[in-house]
């Protein structure tokens, strides 16, 4: 039975591309931007009945929606493509990371409130409106924070503040912006992290490196290459992504060279994964369609 399957993201795009071209014959593909999705509700003699369609084509069960990146627009809009998204699940759908778990990946300080409520370590943290507020924080942080958007990918927008003059600038720009301030105390590191990527019941670790700066996102120009980490570090990220009912993800965690600890960063739901690729030789896209079939193979 041929299927149809909707890759949500920039039809230039490497991943969209290789996810495309490498897609299973009995699969039909289309690429899509977010802003095609449209949904209607209609009478259909004593019923209401549900039309989900995206850049024109209608969804039935057992079709595929993979996302990959998520235009940018309003709050409005952004609400709707998520509320569409949950929508077209209920229809016997699969989407490919489901809304919810998007949403939840997408938030850094929601995912990490759920993820530390069931016990799992990560960075102290504080987010605020107001410079007053986070000024409190940050002597409480240790004057040593990474601020961050609270939305955000591939290592943009990240400030150190190390001392309180640049705290109060950095807080009240940021108050001033309407902005929310997201703060995480400073964790050493020494210059390198690592990123877990996970595609349904297999997982792969990377090591991020930079010499000469604490970012070591591979977009911000960070070294890596394959690496092992303990059978307990990769659970507590396979657990992680389970928490969020992500079905691919990127998780990044981090040593404390202090404690010898490791913190959970933070949670990608559309990870890219030329890192990966590279370090293991690996057709990551192929082992994305593999679980895809997989998990179809269980939608009657």
């Not at 990240?158 to 705290?167: P, Y």
């Not at 600038?169 to 902005?179: A, I, P």
């Not at 070294?223 to 059978?231: G, K, P, V, Y």
């Not at 690996?282 to 082992?287: D, T, W």
Request: charged share 25%; with cysteine; glycine share 10%.
């Amino acid at each position: 039975m041929s299927r149809k399957a909707i890759i949500l993201g920039d039809a230039q795009g490497r991943y969209v591309k290789r996810l495309a071209n490498s897609a299973p014959p009995e699969i039909m593909v289309q690429t899509a931007d977010f802003s095609a999705i449209e949904a209607s509700l209609f009478r259909s003699g004593e019923r209401t009945l549900e039309s989900l369609r995206i850049g024109g084509v209608g969804l039935s069960r057992g079709d595929v929606i993979l996302v990959r990146s998520m235009s940018r627009g309003t709050l409005e809009s952004i609400i709707f493509r998520m509320d569409a998204l949950a929508a077209i699940e209920q229809h016997g759908v699969l989407v490919y990371n489901p809304a919810r778990s998007l949403e939840l990946a997408i938030d850094k300080y929601v995912s990490l409130s759920r993820l530390a409520a069931a016990g799992f370590l990560v960075p102290a943290t504080h987010v605020s409106e107001t410079c007053a507020q986070a000024m409190d924080s940050f002597v409480r942080l240790g004057s040593d924070v990474v601020v961050k958007p609270i939305f955000g990918s591939e290592g943009r927008g990240l400030i150190r503040v190390r001392d309180l003059d640049h705290a109060f600038r950095v807080f009240g720009s940021l108050e001033s912006l309407g902005s929310v301030i997201y703060q995480q105390a400073f964790i050493d590191h020494g210059g390198h992290d690592y990123r877990i990527l996970i595609v349904g019941d297999r997982h792969w670790v990377i090591e991020r490196k930079r010499d000469l700066d604490w970012r070591t996102n591979i977009a911000q120009g960070g070294r890596f290459a394959a690496a092992e980490l303990s059978a307990e570090v990769c659970d507590m990220a396979v657990r992680v992504a389970q928490n969020l009912n992500l079905m691919y993800a990127g998780i990044d965690v981090a040593r404390d060279r202090t404690s010898g600890v490791y913190y959970v960063l933070e949670a990608n739901g559309v990870p890219g994964w030329d890192g990966v690729a590279q370090s293991y030789g690996q057709k990551i896209e192929l082992e994305i369609w593999s679980d895809v079939v997989r998990r179809l193979g269980r939608i009657s």
